[in-house]
Nanobody
Framework: QVQLVESGGGLVQPGGSLRLSCAAS????????VTWFRQAPGKEREFVAR????????YYNDSVKGRFTISRDTAKNTVNLQMNNLKLEDTAVYYC???????????????????WGRGTQVTVSS
């Protein structure tokens, strides 16, 4: 059973920055396509950003493009989400997710993913 743990959430003012991290109980997280989702109160969980296997192209929700950057830290075996110029509407619980296998290239729907962390709260407020 793969376990995922998100960290780095918190309270930040509009325009501020946070860096989220996703750690997994797998020996080589680079073998997986990894995706960040978020869920705001009363809303469905939505796709935020996806990082493919090394050499591929990252993919972002239009609402975060140019402000968020997803990346891998291979030394720490983590996937990070750098969030800049945060807006009130970025407030949500942020989750990282993995598909069911290293040979699967998932889409942007939650049903494409088998493994989920418990999430980390990001609150943007003045």
């Amino acid at each position: 059973q793969v376990q995922l743990v998100e960290s780095g959430g918190g309270l930040v003012q509009p325009g501020g920055s946070l860096r989220l991290s996703c750690a997994a109980s797998v020996p080589n997280l680079s073998s997986y396509v990894v995706t960040w989702f978020r869920q705001a109160p009363g809303k469905e969980r939505e796709f935020v950003a996806r990082i493919p296997w090394p050499g591929g192209t990252e993919y972002y929700n239009d609402s975060v493009k140019g402000r968020f950057t997803i990346s891998r830290d291979t030394a720490k075996n983590t996937v990070n989400l750098q969030m800049n110029n945060l807006k009130l509407e970025d407030t949500a619980v942020y989750y990282c997710a993995l598909p069911g296998g290293t040979n699967i290239y998932p889409g942007v729907r939650t049903k494409d993913y088998l493994y989920w962390g418990r999430g980390t709260q990001v609150t943007v407020s003045s």
